[in-house]
């Protein structure tokens, strides 16, 4: 069975940082394309960035510049660094495997101005 596990979530003021984890537990296929999403109150699911076991990656709009995803592929694990963070940002941040399509339980992020 495969489970994609978020870690990394927490509470923050804008213009800190925060460092997201997705470790995928199961099949190493499973890890090939890695995405993050977010999904804030009252809005839909938003896509945030996607990352290849190569390690390309592609980024969202509204977070280009600020987000970076990478990845261990020793460790099976994706990881998403947060710099200049807005109150914008406060989300449920979810990871999916795309090959597997399976989706991780989330991990709340909160940024107060």
């Known amino acids: 069975q495969v489970q994609l596990v978020e870690s990394g979530g927490g509470s923050v003021q804008a213009g800190w940082s925060l460092r997201l984890s997705c470790a995928v537990f199961?099949?190493?296929?499973?890890?090939?394309?890695i995405e993050w999403y977010r999904q804030a109150p009252g809005k839909e699911r938003e896509f945030v960035s996607q990352i290849n076991r190569l390690g390309i990656t592609n980024y969202g709009d509204s977070v280009k510049g600020r987000f970076t995803s990478s990845r261990d592929n020793a460790k099976n694990t994706v990881y998403l660094q947060m710099n200049s963070l807005k109150p914008e940002d406060t989300a449920v941040y979810y990871c999916?495997?795309?090959?597997?399509?399976?989706w991780g339980q989330g991990t709340q992020v909160t940024v107060s101005s």
């Open positions: 999916k495997s795309t090959n597997c399509n399976i």
């Open positions: 199961g099949y190493s296929s499973c890890t090939y394309i």
